[in-house]
């Protein structure tokens, strides 16, 4: 495949925060603020439309999908926003202006038409909460105060949703380990709501599960406790977002339970055995600030939530659903196709394919073909590729 595509190395300069608050380490990010982009093209391609991809926090430059739609002669970009090698200090509102740069970029820059978002996992819900802001602009600053400049983005031509889930605060409230007894000592934990107790049975006991669920909102509130504490105490020390960790993540019960939101996925979790993962470092929100957490982890103040934001996006919408997905789960597609504005939004369920398509080469070129048919119908019209 890299003999039928050209990949083409993008430099995107972008204004930084101008509140004197010091969230990026490095130097060179703060000194000389760009953002990075891979577009990757046929050899000889028009300019009638391009795919746009990005992630709050992942490094999309290699996605696994960027080949195959250049392959497909689709022009494609993935794109990092300024948290890719910082997700602790996250904000959600600036990396949502983060994406609205590479939007401009393509149309001002590279001269492209159209472009089209296209929300991967964690994409979904950054994709869908710029383009609601761009259509139906309502938000001038973070949960926490610091200015953004979301009013004027250009809004995009369409929005794609594939293996998506409907917000990095949703996910969190249904992962997190509400056994956790005291938020400074991960080994002290409430028995009787551990989720890999050896003598629980499966199918877990629906009145189980909706305990374990409203223990999960209470650890939540907790943290934002922290969170909004810490934030008072500093009120008066310029910059000041202190941070913490946050101890075992990875505990939905879906993970051993697949009888719980059905599908065509297998018990475990994206990471394998979850009661593995939930001990390990790379869990979800395992580092963060108390801005970050209140502008990207916590349900009750992060706005970043595609089942709200999709009510503002009248832009043509498909909700691409992998059904053994162990991360993005069928409901959240359901959901998400459910709260589209789009009078025309589409549903594609692409059966047996799991996150990453793991061990899946088949489903890569399988999902490029149903979303190259449906920019034809939906975006492009009667124009070519």
């Not at 001269?111 to 001038?140: D, H, K, M």
């Not at 809004?155 to 992962?175: K, T, Y």
């Not at 993005?328 to 799991?354: Q, T, W």
Request: hydrophobic share 40%.
């Amino acid at each position: 495949m890299a003999d039928t595509v050209e990949e083409r190395f993008q430099r995107i300069p972008y204004r930084p925060a101008q509140d004197g608050k010091v969230e990026i380490h490095s130097g060179l990010s703060r000194h000389y603020p760009t953002l990075h982009g891979n577009l990757v093209t046929p050899p000889r391609f028009s300019r009638d439309l391009v795919v746009l991809m990005a992630h709050p926090a992942s490094n999309f430059l290699s996605h696994f999908l960027l080949d195959a739609f250049a392959a497909a002669g689709v022009p494609v970009m993935g794109m990092n926003t300024r948290y890719s090698s910082n997700e602790p200090a996250l904000l959600m509102e600036r990396a949502a202006e983060d994406l609205g740069t590479g939007v401009r970029w393509l149309k001002d820059e590279l001269g492209f038409a159209r472009v089209v978002l296209l929300g991967f996992s964690g994409g979904g819900p950054l994709v869908s909460f710029y383009q609601g802001q761009a259509e139906n602009p309502t938000i001038t600053q973070t949960p926490t105060g610091e200015a953004v400049a979301l009013r004027g983005s250009v809004p995009a031509d369409g929005v794609m949703l594939v293996g998506a889930h409907a917000g990095r605060a949703r996910v969190l409230l249904n992962w997190i380990d509400p056994a956790v007894v005291e938020e400074t000592d991960p080994y002290l934990s409430d028995p009787a709501l551990d989720l890999y107790d050896p003598a629980r049975m499966v199918p877990l006991d629906p009145a189980w599960v909706e305990e374990y669920r409203q223990a999960q909102h209470r650890r939540i509130a907790r943290i934002d406790d922290w969170a909004t504490e810490q934030l008072r105490r500093s009120k008066d020390l310029p910059g000041a977002d202190p941070g913490r960790v946050v101890h075992r993540t990875v505990a939905d019960p879906r993970f051993v339970d697949p009888t719980l939101d059905p599908s065509d996925r297998k018990s475990g979790s994206m990471y394998g055995d979850p009661s593995i993962a939930n001990q390990g470092a790379g869990g979800l929100a395992r580092f963060v600030t108390a801005r970050s957490w209140l502008s990207t982890w916590s349900v009750n103040h992060s706005r970043a939530d595609a089942l709200t934001d999709l009510t503002s996006v009248k832009a043509p919408t498909v909700v691409m659903c992998l059904r053994a997905d162990q991360a993005a789960f069928v409901s959240d597609s359901h959901g998400m196709y459910a709260a589209s504005a789009d009078p025309g939004v589409k549903l594609i369920e692409m059966p047996h394919l799991n996150h990453y398509l793991v061990d899946q080469p088949q489903g890569v070129p399988q999902i490029v073909e149903r979303l190259k048919s449906w920019l034809h119908e939906r975006v492009l019209g009667e124009g070519s590729l």
